[in-house]
């Protein structure tokens, strides 16, 4: 498989932009020497208005305007929750930067080889420069040149790094090369790869590869800035010895800093002229990572408590840790004959009856391994096998619902972190691997269990299961960091697969054809930053953790949303990551969402601005709508603090106000117990008819007569000045004074050209990847362009003419091909469905996600296709409580379950469906309906509308096909009951 990047996401976009629009308008020098990048004025007042203008959407409190470090390089940060895709966008910012302003040296920075690994794969896997070179259209390409200590040193000889070397040699004249040289933290710090002078030869005359790198005049972007402090040896080795022209740091946590003493010290966020803020709130309520659902094992003791086998001593002497949830840990030393009641008096009655070299032996006839944690009973229960367990349970529900219930299937992940190694790889002393041990086992109860539960349409999903039955081994894999220094060749193939073989873990199939059952990841803290897989959806941590940043790394490891089994991202549906944490983390969900709210400003209050704001929305005054809120409906306090236990009513009924992470986001699964969204299948027995009507596949065909006529099409647009190029002009500002005054005059400044011509094959090809016009027609329009008038616009043959065309050409579509195409229903049989199987019989249950974000308790009306309330927006919720004397049956239409094709090239599927009758019985009538919770009409979007108007066609051609249903729009404050009257009206 191929991962399929997605071009113009509007949050990545932006980080791009606000980087590069920070340079507007600055000079910039020509390199003096080829290995140079252009050079620019720190203090360029362009820079200082640029950032101003830029932070004016920041909180306040975010916000700087200091240009020029006292180092003399400019800073910029980038905030950008784990799981949102910086390392996608700094690669674009690279490519942007290069574009328009000439930058080819660039420097990234990571921490740790886990994170270099993953960022040297993205820069060199094929999927990523063809999105760049195709879906982009940067005529340059990146040359990742990655910096590593050398493995085999041959004595007398010293070589200058290759490397290094390669970077600076890269010269500016090549403008189809970008050199990024990748660096982790240990290299800039701990290695004297870098450092050394006494090479045997050198590069352009250095000696120092430091020094050589410097005289490039780079530009610096680092990965994980927390890690990165001002203070910090590696970061003053980039300041003060590389000596970059910017910094440009991207990460979801920033440095502390802390001024003051005692009572008037104050840590904040060492943001430096921070440009984007996506913060985790940000992130969860727009959905583009994963929701949190925490959960923990209540130990069978019923004590908060366990006890863990820390380290034996010569066969003497057992180390013991007693942690209690609340309460400081305790360390024993027990020996032979010894009671561990000494530790608690749960364990009355139970002795050490023998110690070996790995294990003890106790008098109720349990044994158990170094490293093992027990449940504080003479049972003494393992515990991390509960949470295995319980991971395995959760991991496997999950699996089936992507594997069976969608078109186009999901591979699930599942990640557990664990504190010793020896746990689950054998050692030189023969420690037996407990936990793999443990896990294997457990393993083969889920999958004999799963498979048991299975049935006849499943048959699939049982191959699968059955093959990860038949190799227990080859489900799972390990990463340490150890493991780098291990010669074991099984080892090294585990290591390559999980560090660079992501599109392998996403498959289904290896490429020799047999089931890929992997899936399964265990690691220590060695994937705990920069490491991530999208399909992720099962954390287990079997050991507990140090600061909060890294528990919000953990977390990290599985926010991205999941890719389908063809490469496709997944952003239209709710996905939720299953976090298991011992019972010392039980408040882990509530201590996220606190910390995740404390990066909002105002997240619990709410300001005078914005009540009359509010206000004057609903058409009120400001007192009114404050005395609503504080005496009619108790949202407030007379101080303007939102209170707690109502918070999240008061945003869902006043969404203007909403701040801070929306409810459902993160959860606590033991406290709130998930529930299937059951489909009631005699209820759908009343809209099967409807159901797979509008689920059977239609194809959409234009006139004929558009193909006839395409090549004057095309013509017509070409000659819409399409032809252009990009001009820069600079803004010149200079300083005068009269003798008593000092003011700024505005002069003229300079303007230049920075568009490249492109190749007329690379041209051609760029715009039909983008229109799908065959590359025919859009030479034979050109020839007849050019018979017109002349070939003077092949010198404007280069991005922006592609981009206006491409732009002109979706406008011609949208405007010209309603009314202009047909809809007919295909031959292909119905097959598997949002709610049926493939043979017609009913699912007993979706997936909440698909029906809605939010639940609210108590049983929807008989009539309803579903046993619980699940929904997106107040409007989708008043829907589904109206109980309408009319209506038989209706449902909530799962997301993306039908595909109506439309002339925007993406597919439409719309929100509600009914079946009534009149009140007589006399005729009974289907009726679609698309909802948006908007103002009005004119508040819909563009491509909505384009939508809405071909899905009008869509259900016009059912009813030509024999099946009438009536398609209808619910805009703002209308009832559905007015809809259905309507209907029934006119019917």
């Known amino acids: 498989m191929e991962l399929i990047l997605q071009q113009g996401l509007p949050h990545q976009q932006k980080a791009v932009d606000v980087v590069c629009n920070a340079f507007k308008g600055i000079h910039?020098?020509?390199?003096?020497?080829?290995?140079?990048?252009?050079?620019?004025?720190?203090?360029?007042?362009?820079?200082?208005?640029?950032?101003?203008?830029?932070?004016?959407?920041?909180?306040?409190?975010?916000?700087?305007?200091?240009?020029?470090?006292?180092?003399?390089?400019?800073?910029?940060?980038?905030?950008?929750?784990?799981?949102?895709?910086?390392?996608?966008?700094?690669?674009?910012?690279?490519?942007?930067?290069?574009?328009?302003?000439?930058?080819?040296?660039?420097?990234?920075?990571v921490p740790s080889l886990a994170i270099k690994a993953g960022t040297a794969q993205f820069?060199?896997?094929?999927?990523?420069?063809?999105?760049?070179?195709?879906?982009?259209?940067?005529?340059?390409?990146?040359?990742?040149?990655?910096?590593?200590?050398?493995?085999?040193?041959?004595?007398?000889?010293?070589?200058?790094?290759?490397?290094?070397?390669?970077?600076?040699?890269?010269?500016?004249h090549n403008t189809n090369k970008i050199y990024v040289l990748l660096v982790n933290m240990q290299m800039l710090t701990g290695a004297k790869v870098l450092t050394k002078d006494d090479y045997d030869y050198g590069v352009e005359g250095f000696y120092k590869p430091?020094?050589?790198?410097?005289?490039?005049?780079?530009?610096?972007?680092?990965?994980?800035?927390?890690?990165?402090?001002?203070?910090?040896?590696?970061?003053?080795?980039?300041?003060?010895?590389?000596?970059?022209?910017?910094?440009?740091?991207?990460?979801?946590?920033?440095?502390?800093?802390?001024?003051?003493?005692?009572?008037?010290?104050?840590?904040?966020?060492?943001?430096?002229?921070?440009?984007?803020?996506?913060?985790?709130?940000?992130?969860?309520?727009?959905?583009?990572?994963?929701?949190?659902?925490?959960?923990?094992?209540?130990?069978?003791?019923?004590?908060?408590?366990?006890?863990?086998?820390?380290?034996?001593?010569?066969?003497?002497?057992?180390?013991?840790?007693?942690?209690?949830?609340?309460?400081?840990?305790?360390?024993?030393?027990?020996?032979?004959?010894?009671?561990?009641?000494?530790?608690?008096?749960?364990?009355?009655?139970?002795?050490?009856?023998?110690?070996?070299?790995?294990?003890?032996?106790?008098s109720n006839g349990i044994t158990k391994n170094t490293g093992e944690e027990l449940d504080v009973d003479i049972y003494m229960t393992s515990y991390q096998e509960q949470m295995l367990r319980l991971a395995l349970q959760r991991h496997f529900e999950t699996e089936r619902e992507n594997f069976c219930d969608r078109k186009y299937k999901i591979k699930t992940l599942a990640l557990f972190f664990i504190d010793d190694i020896t746990s689950y790889r054998e050692?030189?002393?023969?420690?037996?691997?407990?936990?793999?041990?443990?896990?294997?086992?457990?393993?083969?109860?889920?999958?004999?269990?799963?498979?048991?539960?299975?049935?006849?349409?499943?048959?699939?999903?049982?191959?699968?299961?059955?093959?990860?039955?038949?190799?227990?081994q080859a489900c799972h894999a390990g990463y340490f960091a150890q493991d780098n220094n291990d010669t074991d060749e099984n080892v090294a193939k585990e290591v390559d697969t999980i560090l660079h073989?992501?599109?392998?873990?996403?498959?289904?199939?290896?490429?020799?054809?047999?089931?890929?059952?992997?899936?399964?990841?265990?690691?220590?803290?060695?994937?705990?930053?920069?490491?991530?897989?999208?399909?992720?959806?099962?954390?287990?941590?079997?050991?507990?953790?140090?600061?909060?940043?890294?528990?919000?790394?953990?977390?990290?490891?599985?926010?991205?949303?999941?890719?389908?089994?063809?490469?496709?991202?997944?952003?239209?549906?709710?996905?939720?990551?299953?976090?298991?944490?011992?019972?010392?983390?039980a408040n882990f969900a509530q201590n996220l969402v606190d910390q995740i709210n404390g990066e909002v400003p105002q997240s619990n209050t709410i300001s005078e601005e914005k009540l009359q704001q509010v206000a004057e929305k609903l058409g009120i005054t400001d007192d009114e709508l404050f005395e609503e809120l504080l005496v009619n409906k108790r949202y407030i306090d007379r101080h303007y603090n939102i209170r707690p236990e109502t918070k999240a009513q008061f945003f869902e009924e006043y969404p203007?106000?909403?701040?801070?992470l929306k409810s459902g986001k993160v959860k606590d699964r033991n406290n709130e117990k998930p529930k299937p969204v059951k489909i009631r299948k005699a209820v759908y027995q009343e809209i099967k008819e409807l159901w797979e009507t509008i689920n059977h596949r239609y194809l959409m065909f234009y006139d004929d007569d558009l193909d006839e006529n395409m090549e004057d099409i095309v013509l017509s647009i070409f000659e819409k000045d399409v032809f252009t190029t990009l001009v820069m002009s600079s803004e010149r500002n200079k300083i005068h004074s009269?003798?008593?005054?000092?003011?700024?005059?505005?002069?003229?400044?300079?303007?230049?050209?920075?568009?490249?011509?492109?190749?007329?094959s690379l041209f051609l090809k760029r715009i039909s990847n983008v229109t799908n016009l065959p590359i025919k027609v859009l030479h034979i329009a050109l020839c007849r362009y050019a018979k017109n008038h002349g070939t003077s616009f092949t010198t404007l043959l280069n991005d922006n003419s592609v981009a206006a065309f491409c732009k002109e050409f979706a406008t011609w579509k949208t405007e010209n091909l309603q009314g202009r195409f047909k809809y007919e229903r295909s031959k292909a049989p119905l097959g598997a469905t949002a709610l049926t199987y493939a043979d017609g019989s009913v699912r007993s249950e979706v997936a909440q996600g698909r029906i809605g974000t939010k639940i609210m308790p108590g049983t929807p009306s008989t009539k309803y296709l579903y046993d619980a309330y699940a929904y997106d927006s107040p409007l989708e919720r008043d829907n589904i409580m109206a109980d309408i004397e009319e209506v038989i049956v209706y449902g909530k239409i799962p997301r993306a379950s039908i595909a109506i094709p439309t002339i925007a090239?993406?597919?439409?599927?719309?929100?509600?469906?009914?079946?009534?009758?009149?009140?007589?019985?006399?005729?009974?009538?289907?009726?679609?309906?698309?909802?948006?919770?908007?103002?009005?009409?004119?508040?819909?979007?563009?491509?909505?509308?384009?939508?809405?108007?071909?899905?009008?066609?869509?259900?016009?051609?059912?009813?030509?096909?024999?099946?009438?249903?009536?398609?209808?729009?619910?805009?703002?404050?209308?009832?559905?009951?007015?809809?259905?009257?309507?209907?029934?009206?006119?019917?």
Request: aromatic share 10%; glycine share 6%; hydrophobic share 35%.
């Open 28 to 109: 910039t020098t020509p390199p003096a020497v080829f290995y140079e990048n252009p050079t620019f004025y720190q203090k360029d007042p362009h820079i200082g208005t640029n950032i101003k203008a830029i932070q004016k959407d920041l909180p306040a409190e975010f916000r700087s305007n200091i240009p020029l470090d006292d180092d003399g390089y400019l800073s910029l940060d980038i905030k950008m929750e784990t799981g949102t895709g910086k390392t996608y966008v700094y690669t674009k910012t690279i490519y942007e930067l290069h574009k328009r302003y000439g930058f080819n040296k660039f420097i990234i920075a």
């Open 210 to 362: 430091l020094d050589a790198i410097a005289a490039t005049k780079p530009i610096v972007m680092i990965d994980e800035p927390h890690r990165f402090s001002r203070d910090q040896k590696a970061f003053k080795v980039i300041t003060e010895q590389i000596k970059p022209q910017a910094i440009i740091r991207y990460g979801a946590t920033f440095p502390e800093i802390t001024n003051g003493r005692g009572k008037n010290k104050i840590t904040i966020r060492d943001y430096q002229n921070l440009l984007y803020d996506l913060n985790a709130c940000a992130s969860f309520n727009q959905g583009l990572i994963k929701g949190v659902a925490k959960e923990h094992f209540d130990p069978l003791s019923k004590k908060e408590a366990k006890v863990k086998i820390i380290s034996i001593e010569n066969k003497e002497a057992v180390h013991f840790q007693y942690k209690q949830k609340d309460t400081a840990t305790k360390s024993f030393e027990l020996k032979k004959g010894d009671s561990l009641s000494i530790i608690t008096e749960a364990f009355a009655g139970v002795t050490i009856s023998g110690i070996g070299k790995n294990f003890v032996e106790f």
């Open 427 to 472: 050692d030189t002393d023969g420690k037996e691997p407990y936990l793999r041990i443990a896990f294997e086992k457990l393993l083969k109860e889920q999958l004999e269990k799963t498979i048991a539960s299975l049935n006849e349409h499943d048959e699939e999903y049982k191959k699968y299961l059955e093959a990860s039955l038949a190799d227990l």
């Open 501 to 585: 073989g992501k599109k392998e873990l996403l498959s289904f199939t290896r490429e020799n054809g047999e089931p890929n059952t992997l899936r399964f990841l265990f690691s220590k803290w060695t994937l705990k930053e920069g490491w991530d897989n999208p399909n992720v959806f099962t954390i287990a941590k079997l050991r507990s953790s140090g600061s909060d940043n890294s528990k919000l790394q953990e977390v990290g490891r599985g926010l991205r949303l999941p890719v389908d089994e063809n490469g496709n991202r997944i952003s239209n549906e709710e996905f939720t990551l299953n976090y298991i944490v011992d019972f010392t983390e």
């Open 905 to 987: 090239g993406s597919m439409y599927s719309p929100d509600f469906m009914y079946v009534v009758k009149h009140s007589n019985g006399d005729k009974e009538l289907n009726i679609i309906v698309e909802t948006k919770d908007v103002e009005g009409k004119t508040d819909l979007r563009s491509e909505e509308k384009v939508k809405i108007d071909c899905a009008k066609v869509f259900f016009n051609t059912l009813t030509t096909d024999g099946y009438k249903v009536h398609f209808r729009t619910q805009i703002g404050n209308k009832q559905m009951i007015q809809i259905i009257n309507e209907v029934m009206c006119n019917s």
């Open 738 to 760: 009269d003798g008593s005054t000092v003011n700024v005059v505005s002069e003229a400044g300079v303007q230049y050209v920075v568009s490249s011509r492109i190749p007329y």
């Open 656 to 660: 203007e106000f909403a701040a801070g």
């Open 123 to 172: 820069l060199q896997d094929s999927y990523a420069k063809k999105h760049f070179a195709d879906s982009c259209s940067y005529d340059a390409e990146i040359e990742p040149l990655v910096l590593t200590a050398p493995k085999n040193k041959k004595k007398g000889r010293s070589y200058f790094p290759g490397v290094v070397s390669d970077f600076v040699k890269g010269s500016c």
